[in-house]
């Protein structure tokens, strides 16, 4: 059993920067695509980010692209989401999860989650 525990969200104004650790309880994550949602209230959780097991390979939402960066550190079980030029619309709880086998968008494919960080931009 993979536990996944995110940490770095906030309360910030627009345009600042937050970076997101998740951090992960076996080394078993790190042969694990890894991948970063969100969910705002009365919203559909929504794809962010993924990264291959290796870091070598990542691919983002157009929501998000140029934006947010994800990567990960191994040797430290921790993948992070570096967030610049926040928007009040980027206010949501957000999510890592593990994947099963492939990096992927679907939510479906992903078989641990965490429990989420609150991330609130205010205009």
């Known amino acids: 059993q993979v536990q996944l525990v995110e940490s770095g969200g906030g309360l910030v104004q627009a345009g600042a920067s937050l970076r997101l650790s998740c951090v992960a309880s076996a080394r078993t994550s790190s042969r694990s695509p890894m991948g970063w949602f969100r969910q705002a209230p009365g919203k559909e959780r929504e794809f962010l980010a993924t990264i291959s097991w290796s870091g070598g390979a990542t691919y983002y939402a157009d929501s998000v692209k140029g934006r947010f960066t994800i990567s990960r550190d191994n040797a430290k079980n921790t993948v992070y989401l570096q967030m610049n030029s926040l928007k009040p619309d980027d206010t949501a709880v957000y999510y890592c999860?593990?994947?099963?086998?492939?990096?992927?968008?679907?939510?479906?494919?992903?078989?641990?989650w965490g429990q989420g960080t609150q991330v609130t931009v205010s205009s």
């Open positions: 999860a593990a994947a099963r086998s492939i990096m992927s968008t679907d939510a479906r494919n992903y078989d641990y």
